[in-house]
């Protein structure tokens, strides 16, 4: 059942106790601002020019809301939709939205997808936006009672959105710079440097089972709080991975060195490869890098890139191979903590029972042996 959630605004004016100031009639007070899930009869009024792009997003939402529900309450599994959110204060005029969605199979982490206002929220004053956006994520947070941390993705220029994440209690993580590639076709090339790649390693698909490799290489390349609060498994990273995804093997040591995972298309409509690199792995900045990303970037024209912003190596090294830098972005994280009812103590528990078994009634005692 959908509940609807008034929002209290801090910019309502206050009525005096003689209708105004100065024989002035005090101005009517804005009505409350109110919070609730995406419904049928709102997707005709969300017309504005801020939403039109995510209308497919918002129609598949609402078809798989039923049997999302069904399939949460029977089976730990990816999340089949979205979760959209709309705040309003006159139900005819949707003033923002924010869609968010599970980001592992177990919900113990989610991530904000969309956050948009309006237009008529735009062109008003910064601090109106900043307070519906606020409510929208507060909102967001509060109703995902599973939700043990958050992540947000923000581009590096968006000041606006930087500082609404970190008052939201956000902490950036992870810079990483989005690379535009237009691979050029070479199979010659490619059957070359697959004979140069060094003896011990193979190029191998991501499967199921070969899962558990990508995931120890992404778990020594992510920092450490960002491990934590994402909460990856194995089965986490098959569902946010598409063919083909590759990586390369250490057959020695049966450990994966570096791996280009092909994610859903993002914002720009274009597929994502995701470049991992061992941290004690810098030497295959070269053919075998290079082999990998042409295997990955198999049938696609064009596509984006992610790598860690850090890595000036690797930066050089990719813009040699014709790339360009389409802008940055931060990845921030929040952990969410929630007060639970308290618990008795052992202790107390064991003089309860000690108080309720003297009121039990008597019982024969057993025999005990004779000690010397």
């Known amino acids: ?74 089976v730990a599994r990816r999340a089949l ?13 949707p003033l923002g939205l924010i869609v968010s969605e599970r980001l592992n199979r177990s919900g113990s982490c989610w991530q904000l ?7 008529a929220v735009l062109a008003a004053a910064e601090a109106g936006r900043m ?12 109703r995902s009672r599973s939700a043990a941390s958050w992540i947000a993705t923000s581009s590096s220029c968006d000041d606006a959105r930087l500082a609404l994440l970190r008052q939201q209690g956000f902490q950036p993580l992870r810079h990483e710079t989005l690379w535009r ?20 390693l193979q190029l191998q698909p991501l499967t ?39 990586m390369l093997v250490d057959a020695s040591r049966q450990t994966a060195v570096a791996g280009a995972r092909r994610l859903r298309p993002g914002s720009r409509g274009l597929p994502e490869l995701e470049l991992t690199l061992h941290p004690g792995w810098q030497h295959l900045l070269g053919a075998p890098l290079q082999l990998l990303l042409e295997r990955s970037a198999a049938g696609c024209e064009q596509l984006i890139v992610r790598s860690d912003m850090g890595d000036s190596e690797r930066s050089r090294w990719l813009q040699s191979l014709g790339m ?23 202790a107390v528990a064991r003089r309860l029972d ?19």
Do not use: K, N
Request: aromatic fraction near 4%; include cysteine.
């Open 324 to 346: 360009a830098p389409e802008g940055e972005e931060v990845v921030m994280a929040r952990s969410v903590w929630r007060r639970h009812s308290p618990q008795p103590s052992a």
């Open 81 to 93: 939709a979205p979760t959209v959110l709309l705040a309003y204060r006159d139900p005819q005029r």
């Open 208 to 246: 199921r089972r070969t899962a558990g490799l990508m995931w120890h290489l992404e778990q020594a390349a992510l920092p450490a709080q960002l491990r934590q609060l994402l909460d990856r498994r194995v089965e986490d990273l098959l569902d946010q991975s598409q063919g083909p995804s590759l």
């Open 354 to 372: 000690a108080v309720l078994g003297q009121l039990q009634p008597r019982q024969r005692p057993l025999p005990t042996p004779l000690g010397r």
């Open 113 to 119: 997808l969309h956050l948009r206002s309006s237009e």
């Open 181 to 200: 590639w237009q691979p050029q076709p070479g199979g010659g090339e490619a059957e070359c440097q697959l004979q140069a790649l060094p003896a011990d």
């Open 1 to 74: 059942m959908s509940t609807t959630r008034a929002v209290p605004s801090s910019s309502q004016p206050s009525a005096g106790p003689a209708g105004g100031a100065a024989g002035v009639p005090a101005a009517d007070p804005l009505p409350p601002l109110r919070i609730e899930p995406l419904q049928g009869w709102h997707l005709p009024l969300l017309h504005d020019p801020a939403f039109l792009d995510l209308q497919p997003l918002l129609q598949r939402s609402l078809l798989l809301q039923g049997p999302e529900w069904l399939l949460r309450s029977l």
């Open 131 to 142: 307070a519906l956006e606020s409510a929208l994520v507060r909102e967001a947070i509060q």
